[in-house]
């Protein structure tokens, strides 16, 4: 038998136990969790109900399959081949799709004021994650090269989500008391997406420590409300994990 041969029935060999190891049996967490997604994205309300069980839902995905006796993670990540033939890893939507709606819908809820105040609480998060992942999971035992892919796309919907939940849960559970500033709007906008979605902006003279003009995200209806010389009102929050953010009234 040929050297090429015997390659390709060992490669066929390796791609059918891996086979085996992507497949889990919680299809049902993830048909919630695509409704839960869409509704959360299209028509945020109730907000905090919505967002607190999408951000449940990759724990408790990594949880329930871990019961079945700690699965090797390759169970979490489906392989299929792409038109091409090339192989395509799917991470369980429970996570994946969870990580990337909480993260589009933080960012445009919520005004950040400086990105490095999210480093370490986000790290932290993702620590946290990743042991929670390799404590209810076993590590792939096939050494296949498909081992590395799988691990990456895992791990960076995990990455993912981990920072997107700090910040959303950052700023829709917390309770500090605000402080008030005013600032004048010198300009609004409109910015259309590829897709036909609009987002509206109303641009603010310097405020508090803000010593430069900034556009700031809202609502429609704020939008049409407030007029350009018109003065607003803007709260800065301290932010549950000391993730300062702010946004008009």
């Known amino acids: 038998m040929?050297?090429?041969?015997?390659?390709?029935?060992q490669e066929k060999r390796s791609r059918v136990r891996l086979s085996k190891l992507t497949f889990h049996k919680l299809e049902w967490l993830e048909y919630i969790t695509i409704g839960l997604g869409l509704w959360f994205l299209i028509y945020p309300k109730p907000y905090n109900i919505l967002?607190?069980?999408?951000?449940?839902?990759?724990?408790?995905?990594?949880?329930?399959?871990g019961l079945t006796g700690r699965p090797s993670i390759a169970s979490l990540v489906e392989i299929s081949k792409d038109d091409d033939g090339s192989d395509k890893y799917d991470?369980?939507?429970?996570?994946?799709?969870?990580?990337?709606i909480i993260l589009i819908r933080v960012l445009i809820d919520y005004e950040f004021e400086s990105f490095y105040s999210m480093i370490i609480p986000g790290?932290?998060?993702?620590?946290?994650?990743?042991?929670?992942?390799?404590?209810t999971h076993?590590?792939?035992?096939?050494s296949t090269k498909s081992k590395s892919w799988i691990y990456l796309s895992l791990i960076f919907n995990v990455f993912i989500y981990s920072f997107a939940g700090t910040y959303g849960a950052n700023c829709v559970y917390d309770t500090s008391e605000p402080i008030v500033y005013n600032a004048e709007v010198v300009d609004k906008r409109i910015r259309k997406s590829s897709k036909g979605r609009e987002t509206y902006y109303l641009k603010v003279a310097p405020w508090g420590h803000h010593y430069d003009k900034e556009e700031i995200s809202v609502a429609s209806s704020q939008y049409d409300e407030i007029q350009i010389g018109q003065t607003v009102k803007i709260d800065l929050k301290k932010g549950l994990f000391n993730i300062p953010w702010h946004y008009i009234e």
């Open 2 to 9: 040929s050297e090429a041969r015997r390659n390709r029935r």
């Open 51 to 65: 967002f607190t069980t999408l951000l449940c839902m990759p724990l408790l995905g990594l949880l329930l399959n």
């Open 91 to 100: 991470v369980a939507d429970f996570i994946d799709l969870a990580a990337w």
């Open 123 to 135: 790290i932290i998060a993702f620590v946290i994650m990743l042991i929670i992942l390799f404590v």
């Open 138 to 142: 076993k590590l792939i035992d096939n």
